[in-house]
């Protein structure tokens, strides 16, 4: 689910899972079991699910997900991954489904997308109304404060990336290059960096019972550095 970017993501499906070859998704829904196993969480939605990574491993431990992007094409891969799940076409800040859930993930800094605290708010409230009693929400925030590149290349692949951070917006803008074979892809997209203030701020508002911080993945408190945060809001 990508809500303000230049490129079509649509085209960028089909490269996806190869463009982030080294994620560890492993980890990640490790993460996620043990967050949903705290709460006796058994049916998830996926909020920005994508190709499906993350549901094609929760639905082998056990879990019934279901999955919504903003894109066609992210959900017509997943379609191939996923056993049971249903997909949906939807904006996470407007989307209207006729089921509720024990948990609403939404990773890979996909929140991060909403580029004002309105947004945030609205996709955060679509949330909540989608939660059972007792529900739980995660939420995976990308939270770099600077200025960088990288490079990656691979056998298949080579990517290039660079991004800046503009304080008095909170914005960082990311323009990548991903070369797979012959084909050049560019993409342009920016992120909102939230505080943790103003996180606790936006559970307040939407009257959640409790919120939680974590960094990278781990039950350790964040700093204002942690590459990740990741939110735990409880109904």
Aim: net charge positive; aromatic share 12%; proline share 1%.
């Amino acid at each position: 689910m990508r809500l303000n970017n230049t490129f079509n993501y649509n085209k960028l499906a089909e490269y996806y899972d190869k463009i982030y070859f080294n994620k560890d998704y492993e980890k990640e829904v490790r993460f996620i079991q043990k967050i949903l196993e705290k709460s006796n969480a058994r049916t998830i939605l996926d909020v920005g699910c994508g190709t499906g990574e993350h549901i094609f491993r929760l639905e082998k431990l056990g879990f019934r997900c279901d999955g919504l992007d903003l894109s066609k094409g992210m959900l017509s891969k997943a379609k191939q991954k996923v056993k049971n799940a249903q997909l949906f076409l939807g904006d996470m800040r407007n989307f209207k489904l006729e089921k509720k859930y024990d948990a609403i993930i939404c990773m890979f800094a996909t929140f991060n997308y909403n580029l004002t605290i309105k947004d945030a708010t609205r996709a955060l409230l679509s949330f909540k109304r989608h939660l059972n009693e007792r529900g739980v929400v995660l939420l995976d925030l990308h939270n770099v404060f600077c200025d960088g590149k990288k490079e990656i290349k691979n056998k298949e692949i080579e990517i290039r990336m660079r991004w800046s951070y503009n304080n008095k917006r909170r914005a960082e803008k990311t323009k990548a290059v991903f070369k797979i074979k012959d084909k050049i892809i560019e993409d342009t997209h920016t992120f909102r960096i939230f505080s943790i203030p103003e996180i606790k701020n936006l559970f307040k508002y939407a009257k959640f019972q409790e919120v939680i911080f974590y960094k990278n993945y781990t039950f350790k408190k964040p700093t204002l550095r942690s590459k990740n945060i990741e939110v735990v809001g409880l109904k």
